[in-house]
């Protein structure tokens, strides 16, 4: 799991997952070269609407031998930034959605968006839905990206960090109704198991307003 704190990282990662080096002398790229490729690339005419996430992803290795990677690519976009319930709204997160979706599907990702998700359901059904469409099949790679609040409580010691839908309290004024309404990261976890893809990587852009709270 990624929890993102600045764009070099997120722009960084996303590279290197977008442009896999197999071993070699390949892998002596500088990060900021391959950065600035996929940063070039974005900018290049999309694949076609009926192609996306079907095109199978292959690499030559050092001996010339076509290498094929992954049979389909997916992802799934969350962006929530309408917040109702005692949190400041963020409204950069639909610009940050509109370029991660336009950058994956430049290169062959199928995107699925949710925006605004109202409360832990809807989470739930987007993550456990998507895995379900895509995450069985072995030979794909996926890619989850969420942007909104993530603030980090403090329970008896230990930290737990939580991804926010709109419609959750904050913890400073409500914190039983938090706890009954953010999705954990421990949930996120039980998604990764789920997952019999063999490549799957979570980005978490999250701003962490109230990472001060605590249950004792």
């Not at 390949?26 to 950065?35: A, D, F, G, Q, V």
């Amino acid at each position: 799991l990624w929890s993102v704190g600045a764009c070099p990282i997120l722009w960084n990662t996303l590279a290197a997952y977008l442009f896999p080096i197999p071993r070699g002398p390949l892998r002596h790229i500088p990060s900021k070269l391959l950065l600035a490729l996929a940063i070039l690339l974005f900018t290049l005419p999309a694949f076609g609407a009926e192609t996306r996430g079907v095109k199978r992803v292959e690499i030559k290795t050092s001996s010339g031998e076509t290498v094929g990677l992954y049979e389909e690519s997916h992802a799934l976009v969350i962006g929530v930034s309408d917040y109702t319930n005692g949190w400041p709204k963020l409204p950069g997160v639909r610009k940050d959605v509109k370029a991660v979706t336009a950058a994956l599907e430049t290169h062959g990702f199928n995107v699925e968006v949710v925006v605004d998700a109202k409360d832990y359901m809807a989470l739930d059904q987007a993550f456990t839905g998507f895995i379900r469409r895509h995450g069985r099949k072995p030979e794909n790679r996926l890619l989850f990206y969420f942007a909104g609040h993530g603030p980090t409580i403090k329970n008896y010691g230990e930290e737990m960090g939580y991804i926010i839908p709109t419609t959750s309290p904050n913890p400073n004024r409500d914190l039983n109704g938090f706890l009954d309404s953010a999705m954990d990261m421990q949930q996120i976890e039980v998604y990764a198991k789920r997952i019999r893809s063999k490549h799957a990587l979570f980005l978490l852009d999250t701003c962490l307003l109230f990472s001060s709270v605590s249950v004792d």
